[in-house]
């Protein structure tokens, strides 16, 4: 099980370094222009000089983290912890000695630019939370005993508080409607595409946002238990965690490295004593095997070929915050999807109309004309799905009341009519009915037009899914890819959406803490997890799933925290992307085998004798131009 990391202590150089990185690079093209300038310089003597300023300006950084970590890790852990960094400076130093000036500042400039970029490529995925604290509210309106309103900070409130919540105000803090009647948009927190109505005796979340009525609430939470709290706090701990991918490499680095410096005397002392070489030829093989044993080639393995990956989404308009999460990608095992605005379109629209029997096409058309000027009257979201469905049609001179709790009312020459929830109708006829239950069990809203309390239409809405999620569904599927759907929605909605798309699970009902626990059950079940979200409610999941996947057109919080991001809020993108890294993973792996194989080569045959210092570098720099060729083939589309 892959452990999500947004830890950057981790690295896989293992650079701890306070450097003022700018200063760093500077330097290091400074010095390759200096290097540039030898290569068409006549004197020898001259190009040796250019050659080792170079390799000291550009290698600044290579060198002091080689020794500066290395002493800090070895204090740390009590015991010798030498990074890459040092060996590569050894092995600069050692190819300096034998006078191969080119080749030293060669490697120091292939690892040091390299370097540059994985660590420029992974600060993108610094995950910053200030905007989800710009969220959290941060006044109230408080009821004083004699009835006067104070604001005071949230922080005040109190378990027992009453509050005053003006039309358009944010709620403050988690509590309870005493009086008044509104609907609260709370899509933030739960995920829900519409407002809910809301009474007295429901209940409220802090940092959701009031409709048109006023309410007076009663606090039944500290601010540092609500709901919004809670997200803000599953965010910043989740944020700590450290993968066990990054552990690992940090783990294996001095390992590599302290097996290298030790080899590096003793093939010395082998040659010299049991091969019989004489002093010379056994200090220039040795330094032929820590050249070859260097890791420049697999210092290229990866980044290349990553960046290039990088760079192949984006022009599709998905793009990552660090190369190492589309690495997590290819092993993906489940994908957890939220609803609302990731696989549905994020607003209502008609699905579906219907009749009283006894309803005739004339009186059809009058009736979609009066649903029509009511509606237009009102700024309701499912008033919006209604007027951009009859989008043509003509509209009335009357005027309609919004009632609340019971709807649209208006009264035309003595005759009464009235748009409403089902709740809100005494009597309804079967026929109604059954298509009510109908539509209810495909997850749709279904509001009713009643001529003097009798109905005689209805009209199903529902936040319909997107075609291109269909697709991207179907090609998980496809690729033994677990699917679930997350939402705060009923879940007899989430589970009508989920039979549409063919989603293999469907987990509704869900608070934005569970959504977090629920992502932490997939990965005890799969290897990696996956999770695509858009909303503030998605932050604790998107930041615990091993790849957090943000939707474009979501809040800034979910893209903040999230490791991914798709532009064009498609998830055939999110498909496309899973190809990418899939091939990704090939070529590091052919690479990886490349840079092994080249170091085991040579290595072998130097003992043989039959490696000179000339061929050790054509061979080993051409391993590293050959693996940074085959990641630039992620640059062509999959």
Not at 165 to 182: A, E, H, K, R, Y
Not at 361 to 381: D, F, G, L, R, W
Request: charged share 20%.
């Amino acid at each position: 099980m892959t452990e999500h990391t947004h830890d950057h202590a981790c690295r896989s150089c293992s650079h701890n370094n306070d450097h003022n990185h700018s200063t760093e690079i500077v330097l290091y093209f400074s010095g390759l222009v200096i290097f540039l300038i030898a290569l068409f310089i006549p004197s020898e003597t001259w190009k040796s000089i250019l050659y080792f300023i170079a390799l000291l300006i550009s290698g600044y950084s290579v060198i002091i983290d080689g020794f500066t970590d290395t002493y800090k890790q070895t204090i740390k852990k009590q015991k010798f912890t030498p990074n890459v960094h040092i060996l590569m400076t050894l092995a600069a130093i050692g190819a300096v000695i034998i006078g191969e000036y080119m080749e030293a500042t060669l490697l120091i400039l292939i690892f040091a630019g390299a370097h540059f970029l994985e660590h420029y490529a992974e600060d993108k995925s610094n995950k910053e939370i200030t905007n989800l604290l710009e969220l959290n509210p941060t006044t109230a309106r408080r009821i004083k005993e004699d009835g006067e309103i104070e604001i005071v900070d949230v922080a005040d409130l109190r378990i027992g508080d009453q509050l005053s919540v003006l039309n358009g105000d944010q709620i403050p803090t988690d509590g309870v409607v005493i009086s008044g009647d509104s609907a609260v948009d709370q899509s933030s927190i739960t995920g829900e595409s519409l407002p809910v109505e809301k009474t007295t005796g429901d209940a409220l979340f802090g940092s959701t946002i009031n409709g048109t009525g006023t309410l007076t609430m009663e606090v039944t939470k500290n601010s540092a238990d609500t709901v919004i709290a809670k997200i803000i706090e599953l965010v910043s701990q989740t944020q700590s965690n450290v993968s066990k991918t990054a552990a690992f490499i940090k783990r294996v680095e001095p390992v590599y490295v302290t097996i290298v410096i030790i080899l590096t005397p003793i093939f010395y002392l082998l040659g010299f004593y049991i091969f019989g070489w004489t002093a010379y030829e056994s200090f220039y093989r040795t330094m032929v095997f820590l050249i070859a044993t260097s890791p420049c080639a697999l210092a290229a393995t990866d980044i290349p070929a990553s960046l290039s990956a990088i760079s192949n989404l984006a022009k599709r308009g998905v793009l990552f915050k660090g190369s190492s999460y589309l690495s997590n990608l290819a092993e993906l095992a489940v994908v957890a999807f939220d609803k609302t605005g990731t696989l549905t379109t994020g607003h209502p629209s008609v699905t579906d109309t219907y009749f009283a029997n006894e309803v005739t096409e004339q009186e059809k058309t009058q009736i979609i004309q009066m649903i029509v000027s009511m509606e237009a009257q009102a700024n309701h979201p499912l008033a919006q799905a209604i007027l951009q469905y009859y989008d043509t049609v003509e509209l009335l001179d009357i005027e309609a009341e919004n009632l609340i709790g019971i709807g649209l009312v208006t009264e035309v020459e003595g005759t009464m009519y009235k748009i409403g929830k089902p709740s809100s109708y005494k009597t309804i006829p079967d026929d109604i009915l059954s298509q009510t239950e109908l539509f209810e069990h495909e997850g749709k809203t279904v509001v009713y037009f009643g001529i003097d309390d009798k109905v005689v239409a209805l009209i199903a809405i529902q936040d319909v899914p997107k075609d291109t999620s269909k697709e991207a569904i179907q090609y998980f599927k496809e690729q033994k890819i677990h699917t679930v759907m997350i939402t705060g929605d009923a879940k007899r909605t989430g589970e009508a959406i989920g039979r549409s798309l063919g989603l293999d699970e469907v987990r509704g009902n869900v608070m934005p803490e569970e959504k977090a626990k629920i992502v932490a059950e997939l990965k005890e079940t799969y290897p990696v997890a996956a999770m695509v979200g858009d909303g503030v409610n998605d932050a604790p999941a998107l930041v615990a799933a091993d790849i957090g996947v943000a939707m474009g057109e979501g809040t800034d919080i979910a893209i903040d925290v999230a490791d991914s991001v798709l532009m064009k809020n498609d998830l055939t993108k999110f498909a496309y992307t899973y190809e990418v890294a899939k091939k990704l993973r090939k070529i590091v792996i052919q690479n990886t085998f490349i840079a092994l194989g080249v170091v085991l080569f040579l290595v072998i045959v130097n003992m043989t004798g039959q490696m000179n210092m000339t061929l050790a570098v054509i061979i080993h720099e051409g391993s590293t131009l050959a693996v940074i060729l085959n990641g630039l083939r992620m640059l062509k589309e999959v």
